[in-house]
């Protein structure tokens, strides 16, 4: 059963290795935006998920977005849902226990897959993806529907990432999200999780 238990943000070790940093400015600047009393609130009501690893380290499952922005806004301690205490295994069984439970995807931004040696040993070092950021405006902006399967968001990303450009600015980014929506719904994207078809 997940357990809820606050841990310090420095101590956090991810499971993949990119971000959208676009995403991550936007939770930091909303974390920026509250009192103490609030965050912790709001940290309360949208814990992390993660595990126990080896020497009891916390591993993010999901929600590295919010992990990289609590530890950009400077936040020392977050709550987290435990879904799991692998602390008792090896390194390698550890990770292929993570795999088996779909909790770790070593993809770098430009849609490779790498190994577990090349993820980043702490949340600072989360590389960016802008595709990351495109696909999670996309399907808060109703493009695609939130599915539980598992890097849902990884597989938009590389659908849109040979087919829209993203610029510098956040002008071109916004335009970018307007191209994805398009695409979102098109026939295109029929076999990917969550589409639904617009009018």
């Given at each position: 059963?997940?357990?809820?238990?606050?841990?310090?943000?420095?101590?956090?070790?991810?499971?993949?290795?990119?971000?959208?940093?676009?995403?991550?400015?936007?939770?930091?600047?909303?974390?920026?935006?509250?009192?103490?009393?609030?965050?912790?609130?709001?940290?309360?009501?949208?814990?992390?998920?993660?595990?126990?690893?080896?020497?009891?380290?916390?591993?993010?499952?999901?929600?590295?977005?919010?992990?990289?922005?609590?530890?950009?806004?400077?936040?020392?301690?977050?709550?987290?849902?435990?879904?799991?205490?692998?602390?008792?295994?090896?390194?390698?069984?550890?990770?292929?226990?993570?795999?088996?439970?779909?909790?770790?995807?070593?993809?770098?931004?430009?849609?490779?897959?790498?190994?577990?040696?090349?993820?980043?040993?702490?949340?600072?070092?989360?590389?960016?993806?802008?595709?990351?950021?495109?696909?999670?405006?996309?399907?808060?902006?109703?493009?695609?529907?939130?599915?539980?399967?598992?890097?849902?968001?990884?597989?938009?990303?590389?659908?849109?990432r040979t087919r829209v450009k993203i610029g510098s600015?956040?002008?071109?980014?916004?335009?970018?999200?307007?191209?994805?929506?398009?695409?979102?719904?098109?026939?295109?994207a029929s076999g990917l999780p969550g589409y639904k078809?617009?009018?």
């Amino acid at each position: 059963m997940s357990k809820l238990h606050e841990c310090k943000i420095e101590h956090l070790r991810p499971t993949q290795i990119t971000v959208g940093m676009i995403e991550v400015e936007d939770k930091r600047e909303h974390l920026k935006k509250l009192g103490h009393h609030e965050i912790s609130d709001f940290l309360r009501d949208h814990p992390i998920p993660a595990v126990f690893g080896p020497e009891e380290k916390v591993y993010l499952t999901d929600h590295h977005h919010l992990g990289r922005a609590l530890s950009e806004a400077k936040i020392e301690h977050g709550f987290f849902l435990v879904e799991a205490d692998f602390s008792a295994l090896d390194e390698q069984r550890f990770w292929t226990t993570m795999h088996a439970n779909k909790w770790v995807h070593p993809v770098d931004e430009h849609g490779n897959r790498l190994k577990i040696e090349d993820i980043p040993r702490h949340i600072d070092h989360l590389r960016d993806d802008p595709y990351r950021s495109l696909a999670g405006y996309v399907r808060n902006a109703g493009g695609y529907e939130k599915t539980p399967t598992a890097f849902a968001e990884f597989l938009w990303a590389d659908f849109f990432r040979t087919r829209v450009k993203i610029g510098s600015t956040r002008g071109d980014f916004d335009k970018a999200v307007q191209q994805a929506l398009k695409l979102a719904g098109s026939p295109e994207a029929s076999g990917l999780p969550g589409y639904k078809a617009h009018k």
